[in-house]
């Protein structure tokens, strides 16, 4: 379910570094997931995804794996900038239902 | 392009008042339909969902409802507020086709504060 009452963890980065920004998923039936962003006051905004028969997908300094043996995904970003700085969440879904579930979502803070 | 449009920004209520929050989806047909909502600091809530006109699908028993009277038109709404209905208010939207991304896309928010 929704873990909508837990407060977000935190990651503290140095800037320059890589981020590496976990997530475990709880339906075994899902086959797409999706990374968001989202910064203060503002609404998620679409990162990357990737379908259940990939197990890894770049984009522009941002890499997501999947390991569905353990139902883990993760977001990798390289080189982490002042502005990465947002909360990141993961979510899941199965293709052909409309519900989308979200993470607990993790605050990403990068140190100059 | 499709574009996702939600009002208003902020809003500030007084308890026992109603809500009517709007959200609009452009540049696409028979989107599918989402409101959720969003405590300070936390994960997002799913409250309702809709395909298609007239449906409402709820997530949770709460004091909202929400209605589709056009096909790219989504109402959020309360009778009488709580204080615990106060959050960030988030529209979204997607579109199931065959081979098509799934991925759901946000509007800008509405901070609602009930007092």
């Known amino acids: 379910g929704e873990s909508v009452g837990l407060h977000l963890p935190t990651l503290s980065v140095q800037e320059g570094d890589n981020s590496i920004i976990n997530c475990a998923y709880s339906n075994s039936a899902s086959d797409y997931f999706i990374w968001y962003k989202q910064e203060s006051g503002k609404g998620p905004q679409f990162i990357i995804d990737i379908r259940s028969n990939m197990d890894k997908r770049q984009g522009q300094r941002v890499t997501v794996l999947l390991n569905k043996t353990v139902k883990h995904l993760s977001l990798q970003i390289a080189a982490t900038q002042p502005g990465d700085s947002a909360v990141y969440f993961c979510a899941e879904n199965i293709r052909g239902y409309q519900k989308v579930t979200f993470g607990i979502g993790t605050k990403l803070q990068v140190i100059p | 392009s499709q574009t996702i449009h939600q009002w208003p920004a902020t809003l500030v209520q007084p308890v026992g008042s109603p809500l009517s929050l709007e959200c609009t989806v452009e540049g696409t047909s028979n989107p599918n339909l989402y409101w959720y909502r969003q405590a300070a600091g936390r994960g997002l809530q799913l409250l309702f969902y809709?395909?298609?006109?007239?449906?409402i699908s709820s997530e949770v028993p709460q004091n909202l409802s929400a209605s589709r009277p056009q096909d790219r038109q989504f109402i959020l709404s309360s009778k009488k507020l709580l204080l615990s209905d106060s959050g960030f208010y988030l529209c979204?939207?997607?579109?199931?086709?065959?081979?098509?991304?799934?991925?759901?896309?946000f509007g800008s928010g509405t901070q609602l504060s009930v007092l």
């Open positions: 979204a939207w997607n579109r199931l086709t065959a081979g098509a991304k799934v991925g759901l896309f």
């Open positions: 809709s395909v298609g006109i007239g449906q």
